[in-house]
């Protein structure tokens, strides 16, 4: 199994709702990430976790919070969000070694409204 | 973070080869090269990676310059479904995948 699954594939939530995005694999990864990406923009790294800690936060704002239950689930919790937070937001995983190919999922596309 | 420099966008033939050019001046020595690409309405997908050697793999070639300043994405024979955004990155010691603006490869029948 190598898939990277996210849920749900689409999103669309108020400003004053809270969500949540699921991501999910059973590779045995122990780096997950989440990106943002806008329309014709490259993936912006969001977060980085490392054997379930949070081990970056490229200065993303509060209204956005990561959480990794377990080794196979990273979650991205949602609240209070603008309308140019609408993006699609990839997840990945990787081993920790440098020298080994991150897979991604197919992205939850969120629209806020 | 070190930076890579890709052309914004190529275009190729089908069934042609297709030569992708990467900068990376600022590499480390011990940087990895990766490369990912990403078809449109999907996410990024691993394509090929080397550290000093040259790579083959069923996707593609990675051609690594003696310096390791620059590197080459070799697609062997172009197909529409290789019609995409190609990102070219170095991977440090830390867990960053730091994607940069990626070239855009068209590809005509």
């Known amino acids: 199994d190598t898939e990277v699954t996210q849920t749900p594939k689409h999103l669309v939530m108020g400003m004053t709702n809270k969500k949540s995005l699921k991501c999910e694999q059973h590779?045995?990864?122990?780096?997950m990430y989440w990106y943002k990406q806008k329309a014709k923009k490259p993936p912006e790294l969001m977060f980085v976790?490392?054997?379930?800690?949070?081990?970056i936060n490229e200065s993303v704002p509060s209204r956005f919070s990561p959480e990794c239950p377990n080794s196979s689930l990273l979650n991205l919790h949602l609240h209070a969000l603008q309308p140019e937070d609408s993006a699609l937001y990839l997840c990945?995983?990787?081993?920790?070694?440098?020298?080994?190919?991150?897979?991604f999922g197919q992205g939850t596309r969120l629209t806020v409204v | 973070d070190a930076k890579t420099t890709q052309p914004n966008s190529m275009e190729s033939n089908e069934e042609e080869p297709v030569h992708l050019p990467c900068n990376h001046s600022?590499?480390?020595?011990?940087?990895?090269i990766h490369w990912y690409r990403q078809l449109p309405s999907q996410g990024p997908e691993y394509v090929i990676h080397?550290?000093?050697s040259n790579v083959n793999n069923r996707m593609a070639s990675l051609a690594i310059a003696e310096d390791r300043k620059s590197s080459t994405l070799i697609l062997h024979r172009a197909t529409l479904r290789d019609a995409a955004v190609y990102y070219c990155?170095?991977?440090?010691?830390?867990?960053?995948?730091?994607f940069g603006t990626g070239t855009r490869l068209q590809v005509f029948p």
């Open positions: 990945a995983s990787s081993h920790r070694f440098k020298g080994t190919e991150a897979f």
């Open positions: 590779m045995g990864h122990r780096a």
């Open positions: 976790y490392s054997y379930e800690k949070l081990s």
């Open positions: 600022t590499i480390s020595g011990t940087d990895y």
């Open positions: 080397g550290l000093t």
């Open positions: 990155i170095l991977k440090d010691n830390t867990d960053k995948l730091i």
